[in-house]
């Protein structure tokens, strides 16, 4: 399939008339997105329909933001999540990871300038438990093997591509003996 798209896109031919394009004068790129420095984009881990107004009304209830957040549909299943003051932005991006009806909410960031269906959205941020690990091991170096092994280490934090609750490595040590050690996180708050 994807070589015939490309052979198709190889074969197309711009006119001189097109060649020219359109170019969007600055002025007028302000005025056709209202998505903001107040907006985080999301979408809900789910392939069934779920209520935009419970959804609403339930995120409003766990972040408490000072005069509400205002939640939208966007195409391909995402969400805008609008806020009214930056920190209560914040607290949603940093506090979680968030579910709604037992089903994980990713969030991110996003500007005017971003398009909403390019914008990542299949990471997310969990605290890790990692226990068996032997004690001289348990330093920022080996954490950051660890996190970077299972997703990204953000510092205390490791974000993780979604697979199970409970993962599962092998660790070997400088004294070539092999070890398992268990991580568990919590997917919902």
Known sequence: MDSVISDLGSSLRLTEEE???ITIPKELCN???DIGELDLIS???TKKNFN???LQSTMSDVWSPVNGIEVRQISGGRLIFSFKH???KKRALEGGPWCFD???IILNTISGDENPSQVDLNWSEFNVIV????WNNMNREVAKLIGNKIGKFISILFS???LSPILKILLKSFQTIKQCVFIQFKICK
Do not use: T
């Open 19 to 21: 060649e020219d394009g």
């Open 31 to 33: 005025g056709g997105s």
């Open 43 to 45: 979408r809900v881990l």
């Open 52 to 54: 935009l107004v419970a």
């Open 86 to 88: 930056l920190i209560d």
């Open 102 to 104: 037992r089903k994980l």
């Open 131 to 134: 226990s068996g690990l032997p």
């Open 160 to 162: 993780l591509k979604m």
